[in-house]
Nanobody, 122 residues
């Protein structure tokens, strides 16, 4: 069974930076796609950034130029570097991956992390 464990959230002042990490463990043969989502109080969960194994990335407009998604392939760890943080970035951030568990797997599975809280406030 695959688990994702997020870390790196916390309280930061506007204009500050945080780096979120998401470590995947369990049976993973390959990761096809990965993403970071967030859910602010009273709002729906939204995609923040996503990346494919081929290197394509996509960001929601509000974080373009400020956030960067990356991955350590050897460690199966996903990162989200967040710079120039704003109060409106306050949310619980979730990572998600789409993966093949074994080399003979014919399809993909998805798994979510438990979330890490990011609070941007002075």
């Amino acid at each position: 069974q695959v688990q994702l464990v997020e870390s790196g959230g916390g309280l930061v002042q506007p204009g500050g930076s945080l780096r979120l990490s998401c470590a995947a463990s369990g049976s993973i043969f390959s990761i096809n796609a990965m993403g970071w989502y967030r859910q602010a109080p009273g709002k729906e969960r939204e995609l923040v950034a996503a990346a494919t194994s081929g290197g394509s990335t996509v960001y929601t407009d509000s974080v373009k130029g400020r956030f960067t998604i990356s991955r350590d392939v050897a460690k199966n760890t996903l990162f989200l570097q967040m710079n120039s943080l704003k109060p409106e970035d306050t949310a619980v951030y979730y990572c998600q991956i789409r993966y093949r568990p074994y080399f003979y797997s014919t399809g993909y599975l998805e798994v979510w992390g438990q979330g890490t809280l990011v609070t941007v406030s002075s």
